[in-house]
C-alpha cells in the first residue's frame, strides 16, 4: 500500500510558476513509475506528466512539454513536478498517482494509488 500527499498549489498569475510536491510512504519507492494528472471542473482527468522509477525516463503531455517538468528524489520518497510559464489552462486540481509498475505511463487506470489532489489556479 502506498499513500500519497500532494502540497504546493496555490493561486499564481499568468506566466508565473509553481512546484508540486508529492511525499509517499513506504519502503520500495523507487519501484513505482510516478506520474502527474490533473482535473479541470467539469472535465476528464488528464495525463500531464510521468518518470520512470529511476528517474531516467520521463514522458508528458504535448500541452505541457517545455514548460514543466517531472523529477523525483527517491532517497526522500518524493516527486515533484516543476511548473513554468503557467496559463489559465493550465488551472485544476493535480493530482499525484503511483504506478504498480517501473516504466512511465499515461493512462489513469494504469495507476494504483493517488494522493487527494492540489488545486492550482493561473489568473490572467
Known amino acids: 500500500q502506498v499513500q500519497l500527499v500532494e502540497s504546493g498549489g496555490g493561486l499564481v498569475q499568468a506566466g508565473g510558476s509553481l512546484r508540486l510536491s508529492c511525499a509517499a510512504s513506504?519502503?520500495?519507492?523507487?519501484?513505482?513509475?510516478m506520474g502527474w494528472f490533473r482535473q479541470a471542473p467539469g472535465k476528464e482527468r488528464d495525463f500531464v506528466a510521468s518518470i520512470s522509477g529511476s528517474g531516467v525516463t520521463t514522458y508528458y503531455a504535448d500541452s505541457v512539454k517545455g514548460r514543466f517538468t517531472i523529477a523525483r528524489v527517491n532517497a526522500k520518497n518524493t516527486v515533484y513536478l516543476h511548473m513554468n510559464s503557467l496559463k489559465p489552462e493550465d488551472t485544476a486540481v493535480y493530482y499525484c498517482?503511483?504506478?504498480?509498475?517501473?516504466?512511465?505511463?499515461?493512462?489513469?487506470?494504469?495507476?494504483?494509488?493517488w494522493g487527494q489532489g492540489t488545486q492550482v489556479t493561473v489568473s490572467s
Open positions: 513506504g519502503r520500495t519507492f523507487s519501484s513505482y513509475a
Open positions: 498517482a503511483a504506478a504498480n509498475t517501473y516504466d512511465v505511463r499515461s493512462y489513469p487506470n494504469e495507476y494504483a494509488y
